[in-house]
């Protein structure tokens, strides 16, 4: 199989169910049997592959790991609760105290309370930059530095950064590159091919179908050699390339208990079925209604890297296959403003989350980045006056015939 799409249908197909479904089965079941006693050992050891606890593994995530594993042609992939755990538990196997990770200045509100307010204090020391600036992320860059941490695209300033230069940069000093590829899925940035070590994904977001459940997603591409990071060199001597999945599996996956539900992977591998088809729309829609924002009176400035104007087109053209994302954003003249737009937003609704096939409209800076300080958001050029606007898959006619309406008594 070649297709994408064909791909998340099917899977490997290898694997044939007893009674003919046609969809995967949900073990919703916390344990398994053994047959004996000595396979149970086994398999608790690591010498002997099979389920034993659904917090370690599970047959219906496993299948979902598979689908995604076969969609970016990564080595290996763990599907956890969801985004945020992905990016805690690759952030935990890497670092320690006293270690240090190099990360954009330009990161979705939660991680960047992830690195500021609940690692720093357990000793993880941590540089932001701006990473369209080559120098500034060598300069950042230590014998301490454990990762280089960015998004394909930044959520909500919309910036994109050359992965591969940045790759190749840190590469030079002995470090995994890791990216939060949300915005941008296997479907839009293969990771593998632009020298990413491992990429997080919060499935939540296209892959869920439509915000059916929450879900995360850690994949390794195989492409870096862990004997580079001290804590996952002792495992690439007992367990070779694949050293940091099976690290993650037995230890910092397993003991920080953020598994996925069997029940949300069965929903994401349905989701999985279409993404392809969606993500096409919701790209499609954004780039026109971008367009048609950017000729409106009543806005300042649109963001959105498929703009042909913006200053991220030549890379985003480069690195992403099929569209630009589902996410643009636009100012207006204040908060005040941005709220009254929003009121009067009908078929758009005023919630948050991204790419869900219904177009969503937020204010940034009294919500996800509401908890930081005017200095903190103006230096993640979060502004009273942005509005952030997930497009969906609805007739695209119809939102902009939403939008217009909304702005008539600005």
């Known amino acids: ?34 047959e004996q006693a000595a396979d149970m050992q086994q398999a608790f050891e690591g010498r002997r592959l099979a389920h034993s606890y659904t917090r370690i593994s599970n047959p219906t995530v496993a299948e979902f790991e598979d689908r995604v594993r076969l969609l970016a042609e990564a080595a290996g992939v763990i599907a956890v609760s969801s985004g945020m755990a992905a990016i805690a538990n690759v952030v935990l196997a890497l670092a320690e105290a006293g270690s240090h990770v ?24 941590v540089s932001y930059v701006d990473m369209t600036q080559l120098a500034e992320l060598k300069a950042a860059l230590n014998e301490k530095t454990r990762a280089v941490f960015l998004e394909t695209i930044t959520n909500p300033q919309l910036q994109v950064a050359d992965i591969r230069a940045v790759a190749q940069v840190a590469r030079a000093h002995g470090v995994p590159v890791i990216v939060d590829g949300t915005m941008t899925t296997p479907w839009l940035f ?41 804590k996952v060199r002792p495992w690439v001597e007992k367990c070779g390339p694949r050293a940091l999945l099976v690290f993650l599996r037995r230890e910092i996956y397993r003991n920080l208990g953020a598994c996925l539900a069997p029940h949300n992977a069965y929903l994401q591998i349905a989701g999985l079925e279409t993404m ?72 758009v609704r005023r919630a948050t989350n991204i790419h869900d096939n219904k177009t969503l409209i937020l204010h940034p800076a009294s919500t996800i980045f509401c908890e930081y300080s005017l200095a903190e958001k103006s230096h993640m050029e979060v502004t009273d006056d942005l509005l952030r606007l997930s497009v969906g898959i609805e007739d695209v006619e119809d939102i902009i015939e939403d939008l217009a309406q909304a702005m008539e008594n600005l």
């Open 276 to 347: 392809a088809l969606r993500m096409q729309k919701s790209c499609e829609n954004a780039r026109q209604i971008a367009r048609w924002l950017s000729q409106s009176p009543k806005v300042s400035r649109v963001h959105y890297p498929g703009l042909e104007s913006s200053p991220y087109y030549a890379i985003a053209r480069s690195q992403f296959s099929g569209g630009f994302g589902s996410l643009l954003n636009f100012h207006l003249t204040s908060r005040k403003a941005c709220f009254a737009l929003m009121d009067q937003c009908q078929i």
């Open 102 to 125: 190099v990360t954009s200045k330009f990161l979705f509100g939660n991680t960047y309370s992830l690195f500021e307010q609940t690692l720093k204090p357990w000793g993880l020391a």
């Open 1 to 34: 199989m070649k297709g994408f799409t064909t791909k998340a249908i099917h899977g490997s197909l290898q694997k044939k169910d007893p009674h003919g479904s046609l969809r995967v089965p949900v073990y919703d079941s916390v344990a398994f049997e053994f």
């Open 190 to 230: 293969k990771s593998k091919d632009f020298g990413v070590a491992v990429e997080v994904i919060s499935s939540t977001k296209c892959m869920s179908g439509g915000a059916t459940s929450v879900g995360g997603l850690i994949l390794d591409n195989g492409t870096f050699d862990w004997k580079q990071n001290p």
